[in-house]
């Protein structure tokens, strides 16, 4: 993976997000065909992870995941009104459903963070500025609109979130007291606290990178 051309890399990546959450032409009575076909884009990522040789500690980037997709998945069988509760009736279909978008999202999710594993930023902002450069002999406007800059920000926005939130998450851990951590209250209250420290640092992040480029440019 390392040795693939970084736009490879990436038309690569937006070929299995766009396969994996593809309803094809299936139709309902062949729905585990999807699974099938995620399953198989999973399991090159897989292999790609692993002829990487890229540390097993950074499946813990996976974790929230699964929070997520519990959350989902609870949020997705609550009844909308009184009326459909007080007549609920186990949708099993819509559990299979709400299951095969967690395992897309998984899938999508796993294979981003081996393309970005095996990617540095100075890969990504050398490679969209090239394109960029060979572009704006033809067109010389995309210069002056910096698009290499706003796409390669916005690309290596997707590790970096990956990597403040399990920074973020084990900080706000550490400080909450251990008797205090399996409270619901103070969960909730946690989590709020560690998407507003998300939404700052990303700010922060974003600023930097831009002065970082331009700082890069100038020399």
Request: overall charge positive.
């Amino acid at each position: 993976m390392k040795k693939i051309p970084v736009i490879f890399k990436f038309v690569l990546l937006a070929l299995v997000v766009f396969r994996v959450f593809s309803n094809s032409l299936y139709g309902t009575s062949f729905e585990w065909l999807k699974w099938v076909r995620t399953s198989l884009y999973g399991f090159f990522a897989i292999i790609a992870f692993f002829t990487s040789k890229i540390p097993l500690k950074t499946l813990k980037k996976l974790s929230f995941i699964i929070v997520l997709g519990l959350c989902f998945v609870f949020l997705a069988l609550i009844p909308n009104s009184a009326e459909n509760f007080s007549n609920y009736k186990f949708d099993f279909k819509l559990l299979l459903e709400n299951l095969l978008y967690i395992f897309r999202l998984a899938v999508t999710t796993f294979s981003a963070i081996v393309v970005f594993e095996t990617t540095s930023n100075l890969e990504i902002f050398d490679t969209f500025e090239n394109i960029e450069n060979a572009i704006a002999k033809i067109f010389p406007f995309i210069k002056k609109a910096k698009v290499a800059q706003i796409i390669a920000i916005t690309i290596v926005f997707i590790p970096a979130i990956f990597d403040a939130w399990e920074k973020i998450s084990l900080a706000a851990k550490a400080r909450l007291p251990k008797q205090k951590k399996h409270r619901l209250s103070n969960s909730i209250c946690n989590a709020i606290s560690q998407f507003y420290e998300l939404f700052l640092y990303m700010i922060q992040y974003a600023e930097n990178v831009r002065k970082a480029i331009e700082n890069r440019s100038t020399y």
